[in-house]
């Protein structure tokens, strides 16, 4: 019945009930019988004949209607051959089966699946619900033959990136799981392609046995750069932490390295925090009070009903932890905002302890002290950051520090034990050729960050006799980057973000220092001369897109840039490998092996290269 109401017929009959006898003509009002002498016998034969008897134009009407849709109904429609084969199972090797195997392993890769999740009832019956011709391969499967293939697969695309890079950058640190007898080293990469764009890839997460001497630190980095075919000729720096076994590891290597910028700027500030006894006392009982609230889930139900009775969005208090200062200064931002909440709480209920009015303007004026530190922070541990950005910073710090002002009062001592920290442990950074050149060849800072014109100077000279080894070894190079321009490309940034107190005293710099006509006297090269003379670009624009624009123009700046711009100023990369470690061997997985952990590590940070 329900077919049969699906003909064009009966865009030119009407029926009284579903069930009618007979139909009604749109055209001329005349019953028609619809033939049969039961419902399930009705059918449209009758009201064809009568419209091509008595209603010609309609009838062509019909006619047309009639072959389009028959057109539509044959395309639909499957032949039993092929419906036959849609129930049919993929086979293995299939295109279409590979494909969605290979989805599966990427899914189990970049979320940092279990291989059980294979097994998994709810898992197996989405792809069932998807494509019910796919037949999921077992657990094993996947573990010993899909993993390794793409494994291998991650592996050649990264080789192959790599492979004519002249100069690259490492990060390296070492791990060890809370979790089961495991200790990984890692190594991560860092170079500047072609148009100058920066790139960056894990190497390996190693699993590291026995004591962590400097001899065996060096020989397993060693071994690491030589399974990826990289010569010492072609490291440019090595990024580590401040411990003196990898320092004298790397010196040992014969390779040049740094400790990281972030971890000494954490010892700064940790010796800033503890100088000062009654910024610590209040920042104690700050720790207490998030302490009682974490720990008790009546106290944080009360203090949510008076955030709620105060129109404030529920918030949680922040807790700090040791070994992260700006956990301190978030902690202590946390406690500010709910300065009203909290005192409201005391009214009527107990705490292990209370800050009085003098300490909570002592927290108050520390979270502006220390919040230039918290900015420089995240900026050094962004992807983008180079060595270029620790020149700049410290002047920037110094500057900010030394400025006394009637806000001061209560909190000196710690601005000047702050102060001399930064002194005391970048007091150099402007003597270490790897960081200064760096900062003369990030079009943003230049020489303008120089504390003095004897380092300036210092600076230049180091720069000059790189670019005059590179006269050397290439002279066609050379001619083509002492051609003069007379203009100078600017690339302006995407988008103009606020500026921030940190990021204005950079800009107040640039304008103390900045002499658009005049030309840096002591530079010997005609190329950095002409450089160094134009105004530097805005500190929000991308020195790296700056030197894919002028490349063409100082070819010799350039490949210099490429080499010192694409070492980062922390090794923060090689602790975000670990982050993701600690997401796979965990309390579930913690029998784990090494090798199988290092494996979906390395493809969790570099499949994203591939798939791109």
């Not at 993701?580 to 784990?592: A, F, G, M, P, W």
Request: proline letters at 4%; a positive charge.
């Amino acid at each position: 019945m329900e077919r049969a109401r699906e003909s064009a017929v009966w865009r030119y009959f009407t029926l009284a009930t579903p069930t009618s006898s007979s139909a009604v003509c749109n055209v001329c009002k005349v019953n028609v019988s619809r033939g049969g002498g039961i419902t399930a016998k009705y059918n449209t034969t009758n009201l064809i004949k009568h419209i091509q008897k008595h209603h010609v134009k309609e009838h062509a009407e019909f006619l047309q209607l009639s072959k389009t849709k028959g057109a539509d109904n044959t395309a639909q429609q499957l032949t039993l051959q092929d419906a036959f084969q849609r129930r049919e199972k993929f086979p293995m090797e299939s295109l279409k089966a590979s494909a969605i195997t290979q989805k599966v392993v990427e899914f189990i890769v970049l979320d940092a699946q279990p291989m059980s999740v294979v097994e998994d009832e709810g898992f197996r019956r989405l792809l069932e619900h998807l494509e019910p011709r796919y037949s999921l391969p077992s657990r094993k499967y996947f573990s010993e033959t899909a993993l390794p293939q793409l494994y291998k697969k991650v592996c050649e695309h990264v080789s192959k990136e790599i492979q004519d890079i002249k100069a690259m950058s490492f990060t390296t640190d070492i791990w060890s799981s809370a979790v089961c007898p495991m200790s990984l080293l890692s190594l991560t990469v860092h170079w500047l392609d072609t148009s100058c764009t920066p790139h960056g890839a894990m190497l390996q997460a190693k699993n590291f046995h026995g004591s962590h001497t400097s001899d065996t630190i060096s020989a397993a980095i060693k071994d690491i750069l030589d399974q990826w075919h990289i010569p010492l000729n072609k490291v440019h720096v090595i990024l580590r932490d401040n411990a003196s076994n990898m320092k004298k590891a790397m010196d040992n290597m014969g390779v040049r390295s740094l400790g990281c910028f972030a971890h000494s700027l954490q010892l700064v500030v940790n010796e800033g925090l503890l100088s000062q006894r009654s910024v610590s006392d209040a920042i104690a009982i700050g720790r207490q009070i998030v302490g009682h609230f974490k720990h008790s889930p009546l106290a944080y139900s009360r203090l949510q009903d008076i955030q709620l009775q105060m129109q404030m969005q529920p918030k949680r208090l922040q807790q700090d932890v040791k070994t992260r200062w700006n956990s301190t200064y978030l902690m202590i931002q946390s406690l500010l905002e709910q300065k009203r909440v909290l005192c409201a709480y005391i009214a009527d209920h107990d705490l292990p302890s209370t800050l009085t009015s003098n300490q909570w303007a002592l927290l108050e004026k520390t979270s502006i002290v220390l919040a230039p530190f918290e900015e420089l922070t995240r900026k050094v541990s962004s992807s983008t950051a180079s060595t270029a950005d620790v020149i700049p910073a410290v002047t920037v710090l110094k500057r900010i520090l030394a400025k006394e002002g009637d806000a001061d009062t209560g909190i000196k001592t710690m601005k000047k034990t702050l102060l001399q920290a930064v002194n005391k442990r970048f007091g150099t950074v402007e003597d270490e050729p790897l960081y200064a050149l760096a900062t003369l060849l990030d079009p943003r800072y230049k020489d303008r960050y120089f504390t003095s014109a004897q380092f300036a100077k210092r600076a230049k000279d180091a720069l000059t006799g790189e670019l005059e080894e590179d006269l050397r070894s290439s002279t066609a190079r050379a001619s083509q980057a002492a051609e003069p321009q007379e203009k100078f490309p600017r690339v302006e940034a995407a988008a103009a973000a606020a500026p921030s107190s940190f990021m204005q005293e950079f800009d107040q710099i640039v304008e103390e220092c900045e002499d658009p006509g005049a030309a840096s006297s002591s530079s010997p090269a005609v190329q950095l001369h002409g450089y160094l003379a134009e105004k530097t670009v805005a500190a929000s624009d991308n020195p790296y897109q700056y030197w894919g624009v002028n490349k063409s123009r100082l070819p010799c700046l350039a490949a210099t840039a490429t080499k010192y711009l694409c070492a980062p100023c922390t090794s923060v990369e090689s602790e975000r490998v670990f982050s993701t470690v600690s997401n796979i061997v965990d309390e579930k997985r913690n029998r784990l092996t090494a090798e199988r952990a290092e494996m979906l590590v390395f493809m969790r940070k570099n499949l994203p290269l591939l798939i791109k």
